[in-house]
């Protein structure tokens, strides 16, 4: 099965939850991975993921008995696709926008509505019929919300029927509803005397469960974080990376580092891989390589240094060659081919999550934290971390909607976290820091790139050079400086 399913990403393709499942019950999963390949080779339009569909109509034909050919392979722990976000077209009519808000609430909601004091709860639409101050609990999603300079607030929530008007009065109040972020899903508890406006008493998020962790890893193994390398871009750090590059490899180091380096098995570059081309105004001026193919010629250039045995995984950022709006399906084979072709890599989208040595990672680049940043008066950009906290609390990536994060209309809400994630890895902020949050590490990995005169002139002072590492035997982060 092992062999199988290496085969598989190793070239290039992903498989599906379905299509996992039934290449497991499969009598043979290696000559069914090696008919399937055939068969990709003769289609023109190659899938990025193996669905069930692809499969099934091979254990039908009955299967080739030649053994497949050997697959050369370092030996591989144990890793596991769980989501990689597909993005399939979308053409996104109100009609999809809608939809997609409710699955989101719906979700959202049922999750809220999971814990034991909040079985009761009710939506904006089925408020309870009052004429005297009445305790209630409303679920809903947050359509607006005022701060008023004598300290009062005023949020509305809705469901798709209805709004109510909810009121915070009181310090403490105050600061709560200072974090609540707009098209987020909470739930008010608080009093009402018409049905129509609740005097909140305290706001309550869909947040994360206290994670008990369960690392069934035993030897030291570890996992480098890493991201927004701008491969391209005057501003990369070429000898720093490629610092990095030699202490992946195990070369001109003291045994303590040795004994570390030795056992990284995986890699995660969370999204910005290449500069790209046209993202902000007057790039051009400090791009050395201005063509996009080339950029990712590049990159891989440098990858192809890593050594084998450590697995490669590459989410999208928004300077790849990948849809904006989020979802992200993986980076394009058309633009990115030579990254493809590296056996160790696997390419997913954003977000996407992923199981190592039975552990989940939530990867994703980040890019919501350019409206969540802003919008929390307790985070700043110096500190990412901070906010990836928030979304966790907030079970959303992307909580905000219609601001610079732009959102892809799917029937179902990929960016609602679920599973609980051991690992939350964002990048994007070009500042790294890490933090723990009931169980669960929130890690921003910073950059390989300088302060650009774009990032000058918005105040962004990057941290660049430095590399988060976890070991899973223990789950502590460590921190490698390149500067
Ligand atoms: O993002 C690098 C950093 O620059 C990150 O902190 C976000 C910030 N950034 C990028 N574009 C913008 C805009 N348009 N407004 C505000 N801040 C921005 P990167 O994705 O590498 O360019
Ligand atoms: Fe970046
Ligand atoms: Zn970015």
């Not at 999971?114 to 904006?124: E, G, K, L, Q």
């Not at 790039?283 to 045995?309: C, F, G, R, T, W």
Request: proline content about 7%; charged content about 25%.
């Amino acid at each position: 099965m092992k062999a199988a399913y290496n085969a598989l990403l190793n070239s290039g393709y992903q498989l599906s939850p379905g299509a996992f499942q039934l290449l497991k019950e499969s009598q043979n999963p290696e000559s069914l991975v090696s008919s399937l390949l055939e068969h990709l080779k003769s289609l023109e339009k190659k899938p990025l993921v193996i669905e069930r569909s692809h499969l099934e109509p091979l254990l039908s034909r009955g299967l080739p008995v030649k053994a497949p050919a050997a697959i050369k392979q370092p030996p591989l722990h144990s890793i596991q696709i769980i989501s990689g976000s597909e993005g399939g077209y979308i053409e996104g009519t109100i009609h999809d926008f809608r939809r997609y808000f409710m699955d989101r609430f719906n979700r959202l909601k049922e999750m809220l509505k999971s814990r034991a004091d909040m079985r009761d709860a009710v939506t904006p639409s089925s408020m309870p019929e009052v004429s005297k101050h009445t305790k209630v609990k409303v679920i809903g999603m947050v359509s607006s919300k005022k701060e008023f300079k004598n300290g009062g607030a005023v949020i509305e929530l809705e469901d798709d029927v209805d709004t109510i008007r909810v009121s915070f009065r009181g310090d403490e109040l105050k600061k709560k509803v200072s974090r609540v972020m707009l098209d987020e899903v909470i739930c008010v508890f608080g009093t009402t005397s018409n049905g129509k406006t609740v005097f909140a008493e305290d706001v309550v998020w869909p947040d994360v469960p206290p994670k008990i962790r369960s690392s069934r890893v035993r030897e030291n193994v570890y996992v480098v974080l890493t991201s927004d390398l701008h491969i391209g871009s005057k501003l990369f750090m070429r000898q720093q990376f490629e610092s990095f590059l030699k202490w992946l490899r195990g070369e001109d180091m003291g045994a303590p580092q040795k004994e570390i380096s030795d056992n990284v098995r995986y890699l995660i570059i969370a999204g910005d891989v290449v500069d790209g081309v046209g993202v902000y105004p007057n790039q051009e001026d400090e791009l050395l390589i201005k063509d996009l193919n080339k950029q990712y010629e590049e990159a891989a250039h440098y990858l192809s240094m890593v050594p084998d045995h450590i697995k490669i995984i590459i989410i999208p950022g928004n300077h790849d060659a990948s849809r904006p709006p989020l979802p992200c399906p993986p980076i394009y084979r058309d633009f990115a081919a030579p990254l493809y072709s590296l056996k160790n890599v696997i390419m997913l989208g954003d977000p996407a999550v992923v199981n190592i040595e039975g552990l989940t990672f939530l990867l994703t680049h980040g890019k919501s934290l350019d409206d969540v940043i802003p919008a929390l008066p307790d985070c700043n950009f110096k500190e990412p971390q901070k906010a990836m906290v928030e979304l966790l609390r907030s079970r959303h990536l992307a909580p905000i909607y219609g601001e610079k994060t732009s959102l892809a209309p799917e029937p179902r809400d990929s960016l609602i976290i679920d599973p609980v994630p051991d690992v939350f890895h964002a990048g994007h902020v070009h500042v790294w820091g890490i933090s723990e949050y009931r169980g669960i590490l929130a890690v921003n990995s910073g950059t390989w790139q300088r302060q650009t005169s774009y990032q000058l002139s918005m105040g962004i002072e990057p941290a660049p050079g430095v590399v988060p590492l976890i070991n899973l035997s223990n789950f502590k982060v460590t921190t490698l400086n390149f500067l």
